[in-house]
């Protein structure tokens, strides 16, 4: 399940320290696309906004023409969103990672980001699209 507050700090925390390297331009969907910028399939409000994410994810990528993906679990994770996005950039190298439990920012709540990983991994695993897997980190 999503938790948007500690998902969204920690992607925050991730966009900046992806902005900060030099000659990678960093494609992601913002919070008018997305609820929170964050692309998942849950609907847990009656409202429709967030049952496309992941088409709309893909239509900004290919008009971006993006060359990669990173794909990172701020929380449990959504791997149908998540692979369905992958799915559509079979031949982009995909770089996938889980953020680490920090239980003084969280409050104690867990993310749980690491098996929400493991469904991630593999979805893209069963559909055949290879991906590097670098860990369960902080971005920093």
Not at 27 to 32: I, N
Not at 36 to 49: F, K, Q, S, T, V
Not at 96 to 111: C, I, M
Request: glycine share 8%.
């Amino acid at each position: 399940m999503f938790k948007d507050e500690v998902s969204l700090e920690m992607r925050n925390r991730t966009l900046k320290v992806l902005s900060s390297i030099e000659g990678l331009e960093v494609v992601f969907p913002d919070e008018t696309l997305t609820r929170n910028g964050l692309i998942r399939d849950d609907d847990d409000d009656d409202d429709d906004d967030d049952d496309d994410d992941a088409e709309k994810t893909i239509e900004l990528f290919k008009h971006a023409k993006v060359e990669g993906l990173i794909i990172g679990a701020m929380n449990f994770g959504d791997e149908i969103s998540d692979v369905s996005v992958a799915s559509a950039f079979p031949k982009c190298p995909k770089l996938v990672f889980a953020v680490k439990e920090e239980p003084v920012v969280t409050g104690g709540e867990r993310r749980d980001s690491f098996c929400g990983t493991l469904s991630i991994a593999s979805g893209l695993y069963r559909r055949k699209l290879p991906f590097l897997f670098v860990g369960v980190c902080l971005p920093a």
